[in-house]
């Protein structure tokens, strides 16, 4: 079955830690996404890549960072600059950046910080 | 600053009723807008979309309705159904996927 992967499920981070966040994708969509969700907030961008070896910074990308070495992995690493990194990250991807296009999301990671 | 407003965090429906989600932007440039559906543990996943150009948009037991002059969209489920049970986000575009808005989302329970 075609879909989005992400894992770990749940993840925790120590003081001063980088940590990554895996996205993995095998319905191959050009583009894919991080989103941030907060207790009553909406999905919040945090980066996106349109092809291989280009991403884009979203709305929240300030301790963060991504690769795109390859169509169907876009991870993400919450680094130690990221000061308030608790919160439900999810990956997406779309078969372009169109305006009609719909996203396609994994089940979420869940990082807590230690 | 939230762009897309989903001002119910929660609603409770009687099996067979209708469910009426409601959802409000701010950006008159907004032309695009989708409704997602999530389960718990598992992704968002898409449920209907209308553009800017309709007013109206209908699949099967789910309705879109869009009213530009009050910037407001409503999701429309005919009958509600206990798997229905979700939290719903409504979406905004202006231009692109990687230029969306989501809701904070709602939380439909259908008591059966």
């Known amino acids: 079955d075609g879909g989005i992967t992400q894992s770990p499920k749940y993840l925790f981070r120590k003081e001063g830690q980088n940590v990554t966040l895996s996205c993995e994708q095998n319905?191959?969509?050009?583009?894919m996404y991080w989103y941030r969700q907060d207790p009553g907030q909406g999905l919040r961008l945090i980066y996106y890549?349109?092809?291989?070896?280009?991403?884009q910074k979203g709305d929240i990308a300030e301790g963060y960072s991504v690769s795109r070495e390859k169509k169907e992995s876009f991870p993400l690493t919450v680094t130690s600059a990221q000061k308030n990194p608790t919160a439900f990250y999810l990956c997406?991807?779309?078969?372009?950046?169109?305006?009609?296009?719909?996203?396609?999301f994994g089940s979420g990671t869940q990082l807590s910080v230690l | 600053d939230q762009q897309v407003k989903q001002n119910s965090p929660s609603l409770s429906v009687q099996e067979g009723r209708i469910s009426i989600l409601n959802c409000d932007y701010t950006?008159?440039?907004?032309?695009?807008f989708l409704w997602y559906k999530k389960y718990p543990a598992e992704g968002p996943t898409f449920l209907i979309s209308?553009?800017?150009?309709?007013d109206k948009n209908e699949d099967g037991r789910f309705t879109v309705f869009l009213n530009k002059s009050a910037k407001h969209l409503s999701l429309h489920i005919v009958p509600s159904q206990p798997g229905d049970s979700a939290v719903y986000f409504c979406?905004?575009?202006?231009?692109?996927?990687?230029?969306?808005?989501f809701g904070t989302g709602t939380r439909l329970t259908v008591i059966p």
């Open positions: 319905l191959n969509h050009d583009a």
């Open positions: 950006n008159s440039m907004f032309d695009y």
């Open positions: 890549s349109q092809i291989v070896n280009d991403f």
């Open positions: 209308i553009s800017s150009i309709k």
């Open positions: 979406a905004a575009s202006a231009g692109g996927a990687n230029n969306l808005f």
């Open positions: 997406a991807s779309s078969i372009g950046t169109g305006p009609r296009e719909k996203l396609f």
